[in-house]
């Protein structure tokens, strides 16, 4: 094996491929076969060399996730920090990048900027100023007015009319129905429109609680932005941007160690205790529902920039407790064997969006199975039992039952302090402080911690677009 830098080889014809920091973020050494080297110096000396052979070779060369981030920089010209730091789980990335790249530039009915304009629209409702600054980039690199960038007062009644709904799906998604699509029908949304726009809305008001959930701060070419530095993502955080208050409960338990936690999970897999009846399963959902609502609210919402607030109607609507949504008619407990994504949600979204249920479900199912076998610095560990705690948790925030799971393993499992952590970020992102990131899953390594944040990420879309889909199911039959 030959051991050379990836610079030896910016050659003209492969330069235009690369950012000019690339080797520094994918390695500054690379070790590779002679024969690819002697490939690709005889590409080099060929003048009618294309360039695409070259980058064939430096497929060869890279590893699965230094070439993740070549194809991430080669779709958007830059790479970013969320696909770094998603980088630890490259099986997840390359599914998490070939969907966002179909949401934003595939086939679809929706011109390409008003995609970016949604994109905005969404991450508006979490303040998310990190996705706003990407997304009006886009918006003009794709043709946008620029006038459409001081509020709402300046895009089309068609787009205006998505703000009722966008707030809808970002708090409070069991309020979503068929009326709200009976409503933009009128506004000339054709329901294929309608659908896209749903999925990218859910989409980055989803990505926005990862970027909080991990700390992640602007773009160096961004006001306020700088360099990301792999080993911590909170480390250089502004603490500024956040609430100064902990969201933590002042009246919190120690967090309980790997050692336990392994202990538990044990006894669950060992345990020969005789399944729970439905009414059984029932009553521990909705247990796990109560003390939910009885975690300390987050800390005061942090006052939104101006280049964030313009952006947002009704400020104030925010999410609330499912427990305490009032009129329990109008949003009854959302039942997963009634309606699934499995069953039906893949089904209509396919039907309308073209290929997107597909590609969901690749990324659902990836982020809902995705094990390396380790906690913390222990190996050979099944934590099936605690990734589910933590899909199913999540979708009880949101008043979704899956009556084939036994919710008493939430309890079990998920101790108060990162119950706590998993509703700031999946409901409150904007108020997560730097504190609540550093007080849970101390044991755990960092890459461990983007893996839980993955899957509140997926598990907080499936919820969304479970109630965003069964609305349009109502809205067609």
Same mark, same amino acid.
């Given at each position: 094996?030959?051991?050379?830098?990836?610079?030896?080889?910016?050659?003209?014809?492969?330069?235009?491929?690369?950012?000019?920091?690339?080797?520094?973020?994918?390695?500054?050494?690379?070790?590779?076969?002679?024969?690819?080297?002697?490939?690709?110096?005889?590409?080099?000396?060929?003048?009618?060399?294309?360039?695409?052979?070259?980058?064939?070779?430096?497929?060869?060369?890279?590893?699965?996730?230094?070439?993740?981030?070549?194809?991430?920089?080669?779709?958007?010209?830059?790479?970013?920090?969320?696909?770094?730091?998603?980088?630890?789980?490259?099986?997840?990335?390359?599914?998490?990048?070939?969907?966002?790249?179909?949401?934003?530039?595939?086939?679809?009915?929706?011109?390409?900027?008003?995609?970016?304009?949604?994109?905005?629209?969404?991450?508006?409702?979490?303040?998310?100023?990190?996705?706003?600054?990407?997304?009006?980039?886009?918006?003009?690199?794709?043709?946008?007015?620029?006038?459409?960038?001081?509020?709402?007062?300046?895009?089309?009644?068609?787009?205006?009319?998505?703000?009722?709904?966008?707030?809808?799906?970002?708090?409070?998604?069991?309020?979503?129905?068929?009326?709200?699509?009976?409503?933009?029908?009128?506004?000339?949304?054709?329901?294929?429109?309608?659908?896209?726009?749903?999925?990218?809305?859910?989409?980055?008001?989803?990505?926005?609680?990862?970027?909080?959930?991990?700390?992640?701060?602007?773009?160096?070419?961004?006001?306020?932005?700088?360099?990301?530095?792999?080993?911590?993502?909170?480390?250089?955080?502004?603490?500024?941007?956040?609430?100064?208050?902990?969201?933590?409960?002042?009246?919190?338990?120690?967090?309980?160690?790997?050692?336990?936690?392994?202990?538990?999970?044990?006894?669950?897999?060992?345990?020969?205790?005789?399944?729970?009846?439905?009414? /059984?399963?029932? +009553?521990?959902?909705?247990?796990? #529902? *109560?003390?939910?609502?009885?975690? =300390? @609210?987050? &800390?005061?919402?942090?006052?939104?920039?101006? /280049?964030?607030? +313009?952006?947002?109607?009704?400020? #104030? *609507?925010?999410?609330?407790?499912? =427990? @305490?949504? &009032?009129?329990?008619?109008?949003?009854?407990?959302?039942?997963?064997?009634?309606?699934?994504?499995?069953?039906?949600?893949?089904?209509?979204?396919?039907?309308?969006?073209?290929?997107?249920?597909?590609?969901?479900?690749?990324?659902?199912?990836?982020?809902?199975?995705?094990?390396?076998?380790?906690?913390?610095?222990?190996?050979?560990?099944?934590?099936?039992?605690?990734?589910?705690?933590?899909?199913?948790?999540?979708?009880?925030?949101?008043?979704?039952?899956?009556?084939?799971?036994?919710?008493?393993?939430?309890?079990?499992?998920?101790?108060?302090?990162?119950?706590?952590?998993?509703?700031?970020?999946?409901?409150?992102?904007?108020?997560?402080?730097?504190?609540?990131?550093?007080?849970?899953?101390?044991?755990?390594?960092?890459?461990?911690?983007?893996?839980?944040?993955?899957?509140?990420?997926?598990?907080?879309?499936?919820?969304?677009?479970?109630?965003?889909?069964?609305?349009?199911?109502?809205?067609?039959?």
């Amino acid at each position: 094996m030959t051991t050379k830098r990836l610079s030896q080889f910016l050659h003209p014809k492969i330069r235009h491929f690369l950012p000019d920091n690339l080797e520094m973020r994918i390695g500054v050494g690379i070790s590779f076969d002679k024969k690819i080297q002697v490939k690709m110096e005889s590409e080099l000396d060929d003048p009618s060399s294309d360039g695409l052979s070259l980058l064939e070779c430096l497929r060869d060369m890279l590893s699965e996730t230094q070439m993740l981030f070549v194809d991430a920089f080669l779709q958007n010209n830059r790479l970013d920090h969320v696909t770094q730091l998603m980088g630890y789980h490259p099986n997840y990335l390359e599914m998490f990048l070939r969907t966002q790249q179909y949401l934003l530039r595939g086939d679809g009915p929706l011109p390409f900027h008003y995609r970016h304009y949604i994109a905005i629209m969404a991450a508006s409702r979490h303040q998310c100023a990190y996705l706003i600054h990407l997304h009006e980039q886009e918006f003009i690199l794709q043709g946008g007015d620029q006038d459409w960038l001081k509020g709402p007062a300046f895009i089309p009644t068609k787009l205006r009319k998505l703000h009722e709904v966008n707030k809808i799906l970002a708090h409070r998604p069991w309020l979503f129905n068929k009326s709200h699509i009976e409503g933009l029908r009128k506004e000339a949304w054709s329901v294929s429109e309608l659908v896209q726009a749903i999925v990218i809305m859910a989409h980055f008001h989803a990505l926005s609680s990862f970027v909080f959930g991990c700390g992640i701060k602007n773009e160096p070419d961004h006001h306020g932005g700088f360099t990301y530095r792999p080993h911590s993502p909170t480390e250089n955080s502004n603490d500024s941007d956040y609430t100064s208050d902990s969201s933590s409960d002042s009246n919190s338990e120690p967090e309980v160690g790997i050692e336990i936690l392994m202990e538990r999970m044990k006894k669950l897999k060992e345990s020969q205790e005789e399944e729970p009846t439905e009414e /059984e399963r029932r +009553k521990r959902f909705e247990k796990v #529902e *109560f003390q939910s609502a009885e975690l =300390t @609210k987050p &800390g005061k919402k942090p006052s939104p920039k101006a /280049e964030i607030i +313009k952006y947002v109607q009704d400020e #104030e *609507f925010c999410y609330i407790d499912f =427990t @305490k949504r &009032g009129c329990t008619e109008e949003a009854p407990t959302f039942r997963a064997n009634e309606y699934s994504w499995d069953d039906h949600g893949f089904s209509i979204a396919n039907r309308l969006y073209s290929e997107i249920g597909n590609l969901l479900d690749e990324k659902f199912s990836m982020a809902y199975n995705l094990t390396y076998y380790t906690m913390g610095e222990v190996i050979d560990v099944d934590t099936s039992a605690f990734r589910r705690a933590i899909w199913y948790y999540i979708h009880c925030l949101y008043g979704i039952m899956h009556d084939d799971y036994d919710y008493g393993q939430v309890n079990q499992l998920l101790e108060r302090n990162l119950k706590q952590y998993i509703k700031t970020v999946t409901c409150y992102p904007e108020r997560l402080t730097k504190k609540d990131y550093d007080n849970v899953m101390k044991e755990f390594k960092h890459s461990e911690k983007v893996h839980v944040n993955l899957m509140l990420l997926e598990a907080r879309l499936q919820g969304e677009l479970l109630y965003a889909l069964r609305g349009v199911m109502q809205y067609m039959t």
